[in-house]
């Protein structure tokens, strides 16, 4: 006897009687041949910013990592079990990735409560706190409260956060080298999660625009 | 102009044009009202294991965290930025989740390097090596070399090593505390990237089994 | 009188009405030409895993030779009552069989014996405790009690001996010569008595995985 | 890539589709709650005599011993690793098996080889003469060659053989106390491989007789 949820025993078959059955044989390839991606994508846990669901991907193509509000520390070589960095050092030294894409989302709650540090349920708690504080003081820097409006301030530091998450991947030695190699591209993206749009940063300027496709 | 793959761009049109257009009323929704998932996965960030695809879940569905070899730390509330602990605590404590699955998968690459932490091009990082060691003694009780293959040492620790991540997530008070009290169940699930089966994990025994449906 | 069991006497009723009716003609031939199997199957003797019933095969196909947990003895030619090896002569030196299978089974008996030695009711017999014996160092090599689930090592210990009775095969010298040569092939499987599935050995690597087919 | 014969999967194939579609629900509790047999069967190698299907049985219901002419050692708790034994011991000890049934069957390849031992391509073996030679005097007691035909010394020697292992059976002490109580019935019956009929042993005389069913 098992608990386990109805709902995804009942995708699963689902997952089996469509797309596995339509591309077994690339599946089993992928298995037996070892993934080879060639893009990482970083991104949050929300439910309604799946990576592969924004990108209509399949097997094999995005290696990704999720994490609350899609953030990436600095190096820090200290011996720490620092879960995003050994993501990072996976995709890039044993799958010798080609793209990393930071992505962002709207109305992330990480990002808000990055905004509003002591409110309930998360005020109590012993990680989320700590662990968006890897803003530093970037979500006081964002100017006088009730100058931006609620939902302006929470955008405006979601797209902050990405810029400051691509700074900290090239504090990583041998990022810096692959990407000034040539060999290594990072990016910024930013997922509207009402429209489904997705807007890309510019590398130059760091804004995030609509692509021209 | 800008460096995004290209792709993931022909992806997000697919998505845009697809599911997007077929969905859009729901997905609206669930950004203006919130996110509401009732589950949590705890995934690996392996390209091949993607729990939207497994489950064929849509946006809202999952709260999916995912790093290297699906792994969770026991609770330690010492303020270093834990980042797992961070995804656990958001979704317990914001999203009053109701299920916490964590699915491994087979041929783990994490899992590999636990088992042969001095080999290329792992053996010189700073962060995988150091990871994967929240496994303690585990790898090296696994029984003399040679006598299971390779790859069933591999699946032997795969499904170890997710017993000790649900035994982790116990050590966390409001984990336990909840459990106790019937309002969130844990789960195991070990997903088979090369024949698409789902294993689910029996609590009381801990073996994993093929669900009969 | 007789106390033949009724059930068996019923059997062989059905058995005659049905398959032999069917298949008169080609059972005669088999009699009077004898038998002309290519494979061998060394299997268990539990009621749940007849090699007939999983190979759904026919009178004249399999040359089966069933012991508990279906082990090969290495190869001693020391005077002694040798049925296993008995058996081998006769399908390789009588028969010229082409293939050997050595075919394991979930939840085998034997192998629980052999794991827990001291487990009434078989802890004061005279024979199992002698039989399972052969596997020598296997059971206790098996790596941390607790590590593995109990069914896990369990089944562990199936397939380590399923590799270890291929090994043992390999002894008899003109089993080697034929293998070299190309006339013999040894293969290994295991059953599962619950799912139904026949898992295959990979010669290469050691590995049980479910044919494609 | 395997070598796995080909009528073995396709065999399998059919089991599955087959009766392992149709008894399904039943295979699956023999599993989870361990075989329950009430029969053991002693029965040959041979391709034309598998027990399962002569008594038209299904998953379950025998459990079975295949060795050379289905021949049963005497008692010998001599720390020797005797497989008949050790299966014998299983089904007594460990399953509480009602029934023993020795079944002989016609054209018996072992029992030519016990009364013809300086035959190729078995003379020069190692272990089948060997394993005949348990049958002792007998076959020199069998009276003047050429005065019953060929056949007629072999079906005579097959059933001599079953009454021979019956009477080995007894040599166990917990068998022949079991019997003594009632508690388990011994069985012969040999089996003629051309006409399909069986023949059952009567427990006072020794002689073979079609059942009256």
Known sequence: MHTFPEHLLQGHANFMAGRYMREKD???????EGQNPSTMIIACCDSRAAPEMIFDSGPGELFVLRNVANLVPTYQPDGGQHGTS????????????ENIVVMGHGRCGGIKAALAPNQAPL?????????????GELPGQLGKNGLMTQAERQTALERISIRNSLRNLRTFPYIAELEKAGKLLLHGAWFDISTGE???MDAKSGDFQRPNI
């Open 26 to 32: 690339r599946i089993r390839d992928l298995a037996s």
């Open 86 to 97: 050994a993501g990072i050092e996976f995709a890039v030294k044993a799958l010798a990735i």
């Open 123 to 135: 005020d109590a708690g012993d990680f989320i706190g700590k662990w968006m504080a890897m803003l």
């Open 198 to 200: 997705l807007w890309i």
